[in-house]
């Protein structure tokens, strides 16, 4: 399933990526892809575009433009793993040029993805999304504030997303988008209630302790449920968020990855 | 002169009414005597953290109410356990306070301030167990590693012992361990490269009378356990209170993990003695035995747990001197506390690491591949919340994370030991995405933790057999420890803020309430003329509870 959709995308000129990149990134299980040695999409592109706003200017934008470096070869006299190079980028490195960073786990993961595959991808051939024509997908043909809510605006029966940039990664965002139901995390997990008298409630869980379990409902009202009250309490595996591989276009999907990577929260 | 004089006069009438003849070495040993005190940070040499009081019964419980409050000038976790000596509670407020207060009505006589030096560096919270007694002399670890001796009647200090150097790593969180006329006490920095050490000092001038490497060092048996130079630097700290049995002159402790925590490729070998429990005779220091739970651990699997002292009655009529375990790599464990036999053990919680124990008590590893889960996860089965035994039911009862994993990531290439650094060699992360990763372990914003990530637990174990006899399930996880009484009511907290009473025989749930934060120390009970009162902390803040009057 995952490795087909990503062959699709491919062909659809989504990111024009070399091939080995691709392999590595449909490769893994959601799971394995958290971790070293796999790197998607997404991130990449993400990171192409930090690297080119942050990095290119000293490192170069082939990446060995500094005598002794060559962050595109994959071996760092600094760093090993993915953990240390972020450690490097987000701390510097101490009497050298190298200065330090103020970038979220999210822009340390784009940036490790983009800096390891530099070697197999030319980044003049990445396509970048552009933050504004997604923020007009997200309002219109998405209409993903009917669920959701940024800065105040909005509905709230789905998660919060007015800083959802700086709390995941472009990858994470992206599975969101097309496989919001494999991608779901545990704390997001939408739950049903039925009191003893029969009434209905289904929502968002806020919070949720041996006895009792904190909700906003349907009618985005906060309720505190007794479980010992409920005759039926159920977590939910499935998302209500429809999938929109086949409702947007490759671009638009680009797009509102880089306006949802620019919600960086309200100052 | 004259007015200092009568005012010294006054003071002395007020403390033989106050306070009861001093804490002698005697009355430490047989504390068990006395249950309307608590005199060590687990109640007794035991550490069984079972009180012989027994107004507060399964039939009555539900009539507690609050009696007092006292709340710590302090923003971090309250993991002391207080002490009561006739009527007079002892207490620290984090990082090292010191505060006397009125044990029936919370008013406060004195707090001793100290201020740890800016170089500590403590890795998991400014945090203080609490303080041990003998005499009329209190004795407090500090987190800079000193080793401060106060007047109990005061809290003025007596005398300050530098027990390690802060700026290496070196700290202490531990309760002191009052044996005879020593004070033992043990390093925390397993996270620091430390080499670490339980020392015992003279309670009386603070001076170092013996000193036990928890690694050993060149030329002592188990320093072969270490690759190369390894052992310099290989953590094996101390930062919970032992245990003692005065018939055998033993002192127990558990020992923390070796370091760098996630890499052992860089210090293969056993690594002895890291989480182990190491049997010193208390006169001397000298290693008498020692078991190890985990050779050379890749998962901070730290045994750092109360060593539980039994005497069990066996299948075939015999007493037997056994140590109750339940380590933080998920294994119960029974062992001869004479002689360190390994006698039974069995996992508690879901254990992948080892498929396990043999004959000898030695588990048998079974490493998972990178990037999969390892049962228990970084913080372990169960982790330093105080156990209880209780000898009327003849049950061992733990705080247990179930279900509840992580994914170890160690450094492809070794890491340079810097003084004073962190050494950590990789790192351990969550096995479910989103959820809280170390170092931020606890749950931080509500619902960041699910279900989907583990759940807390209160587990009765038969020690005979490590058999599960009742298990009562709480969504969030627990950092509590347990207290149960001769009226067989068992008392703990948890993450989720509440405090619970037990039927310690059956597991049912007799009473709660809610205090509104972690409950992260041991509840202890005491009592004062004809009350029992029991004492829970939760966030920053000691409850005490009695009956209604
Ligand atoms: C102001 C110039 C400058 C900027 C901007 C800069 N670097 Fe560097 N970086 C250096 C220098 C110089 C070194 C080599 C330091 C040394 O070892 O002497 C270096 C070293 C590194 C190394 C270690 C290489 C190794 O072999 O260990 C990494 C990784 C790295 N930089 C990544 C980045 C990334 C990613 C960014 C952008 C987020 C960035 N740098 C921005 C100047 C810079
Ligand atoms: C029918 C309601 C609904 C619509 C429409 C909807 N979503 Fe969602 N979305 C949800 C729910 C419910 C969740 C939480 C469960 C989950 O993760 O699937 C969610 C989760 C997400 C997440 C993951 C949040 C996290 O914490 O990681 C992202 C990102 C997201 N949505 C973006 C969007 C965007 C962008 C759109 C519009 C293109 C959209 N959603 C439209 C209901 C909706």
Redesign the interface.
Same mark, same amino acid.
Request: hydrophobic share 35%; aromatic share 4%; charged share 30%.
């Given at each position: 399933m995952r490795d087909s959709r990503m062959r699709d995308r491919r062909h659809a000129g989504f990111l024009a990526l070399a091939a080995a990149v691709l392999l590595a990134a449909s490769g893994g299980a959601? @799971?394995?892809q =958290?971790?070293?040695g796999q790197y998607e999409q997404a991130d990449i592109e993400f990171g192409a575009r930090l690297y080119a706003d942050n990095c290119s200017a000293c490192h170069g934008t082939e990446g060995d433009a500094i005598a002794g470096v060559s962050l595109r070869s994959g071996t760092f006299s600094n760093a090993? *793993?993915d953990? =240390?190079l972020q450690a490097v980028i987000a701390n510097g490195l101490p009497d050298t040029a190298m200065p330090p960073g103020e970038y979220t786990e999210a822009e340390l993961s784009g940036l490790v993805a983009f800096i390891r595959t530099m070697g197999d991808v030319d980044p003049a051939t990445l396509t970048v999304g552009d933050a504004g024509r997604g923020e007009a997908v997200f309002l219109g043909k998405g209409d993903c504030l009917s669920c959701h809510r940024v800065a105040g605006r909005g509905s709230r029966s789905a998660p919060d997303l007015t800083d959802i940039g700086a709390v995941r990664s472009a990858g994470?965002l992206e599975r969101s988008l097309l496989d919001p139901t494999g991608s779901m995390?545990?704390? $997001? @997990?939408p739950v049903r209630a039925v009191t003893r008298d029969g009434r209905e409630l289904s929502g968002r869980?806020? $919070?949720?302790?041996?006895?009792t379990v904190?909700l906003i409902d349907q009618n985005e009202r906060l309720v505190s449920l007794e479980k010992a009250d409920l005759q039926e309490y159920t977590?939910l595996t499935t998302s209500p968020m429809p999938s929109y591989e086949d409702e947007l276009s490759e671009q638009e999907l680009s797009d509102l990855l880089a306006y949802l990577l620019s919600l960086q929260g309200v100052d | 002169m004259a007015r200092s004089v009568a005012l010294t006069c006054v003071l002395s009438l007020l403390l033989t009414a106050g306070l009861g003849a001093q804490v002698t070495a005697d009355r430490l040993r047989n504390a068990e005597s006395e249950p309307h005190n608590w005199l060590t940070y687990s109640g007794s040499y035991a550490s069984t953290r079972h009180s012989l009081l027994d107004q507060i019964t399964p039939s009555n419980v539900d009539d507690l109410e609050l009696k007092w409050v006292f709340q710590a000038r302090s923003l971090e976790n309250f993991t002391a356990t207080p002490l009561v000596v006739d009527g007079i509670m002892y207490v620290t407020q984090a990082p090292n306070d010191v505060v006397a207060l009125d044990a029936a009505t919370g008013r406060v006589f004195w707090v001793y301030e100290y201020t740890p030096s800016p170089e500590s560096r403590p890795c998991c919270g400014r945090v203080n167990r609490g303080v041990g007694i003998l005499g009329d002399t209190l004795f407090m670890a500090t987190i800079d590693a000193q080793l401060i001796a106060l007047d109990a009647v005061t809290g003025r200090p007596i005398w300050k012992t530098a027990v390690g150097e802060p700026s290496q790593g070196y700290a202490m969180t531990v309760a002191p361990l009052v044996i005879d006329d020593k004070v033992v006490v043990g390093v925390a920095g397993g996270e620091y490269g430390i080499r670490g050490y339980i020392a015992a000092y003279d309670a009386a001038t603070g001076d170092e009378v013996w000193r036990f490497y928890t690694i050993p060092g060149p030329g002592e048996p188990g320093n072969d356990t270490w690759a190369g130079d390894s052992w310099r630097y290989g953590g094996a700290s101390v930062w919970l209170t032992g245990s003692y049995d005065p018939e055998l002159n033993l002192t127990y402790w558990g020992i923390g993990n070796p370091g760098p925590d996630w890499n052992p490729a860089q210090r293969r070998g056993d690594n002895l003695y890291s989480d182990s429990v190491v049997a010193l005779d208390a006169d001397t220091g000298e290693l008498r035995w020692y078991f190890q739970f985990t050779p050379n651990d890749p998962y901070d699997y730290d045994a750092v747990q109360i060593p539980v002292l039994a005497d069990i009655e066996t299948a075939d009529g015999q007493v037997v001197k056994v140590m109750l375990w339940a380590n933080r790599n998920g294994f119960f464990y029974a062992l001869d506390r004479t002689t360190g036999r390994f006698i039974n053990g069995r996992p508690f919680v879901t254990v992948n690491w080892a498929e396990g124990l043999d004959d000898s008590g030695r588990p048998i590893q079974t490493p998972q591949a990178p990037?999969e889960v390892t049962y228990p996860g970084v913080q372990g089965g169960t982790n330093w919340y105080s156990p209880s035994y209780n000898p009327g039911t003849g049950l061992f009862y733990l705080s247990a994370w179930e279900n509840y994993g992580a994914?170890f990531?160690p *450094?492809?290439?070794p890491e340079e030991y810097r003084p004073g650094q962190l050494f950590l060699g990789?790192?351990p %992360?969550p096995?479910?995405?989103?959820?809280a990763a170390p170092p931020a372990l606890t749950r931080g914003h509500? $619902?960041?933790w699910?279900?989907?990530?583990g759940n807390g637990a209160v587990i009765a174990l038969d020690p005979r057999t490590g058999e599960q006899r009742w298990k009562f =399930? %709480?969504?969030?996880m627990t950092t509590s420890g347990i207290l149960t009484t001769a009226s067989d009511v068992l008392f703990t907290g948890?993450r =989720?803020?509440?405090f619970y009473a037990f039927d310690a025989s059956d597991g049912e749930l007799l009473w @709660?309430t809610t205090l509104g934060g972690v409950v992260h120390n041991g509840p202890m009970s005491y009592q004062v003329d004809d009350a029992q009162y029991v004492a829970a902390a939760a966030g920053n803040v000691l409850f005490v509870f009695g009956l209604r009057d």
């Open positions: 959601l @799971r394995a =958290e971790h070293a090993s *793993s953990a =240390e994470a995390l545990p704390v $997001n @997990r869980r806020l $919070n949720e302790d041996t006895f904190q977590v | 990037g994914i990531e *450094s492809s290439e990789g790192r %992360m096995a479910i995405p989103g959820a509500v $619902n960041r699910t279900e989907a990530v =399930e %709480m969504t969030d948890g =989720e803020g509440y @709660r």
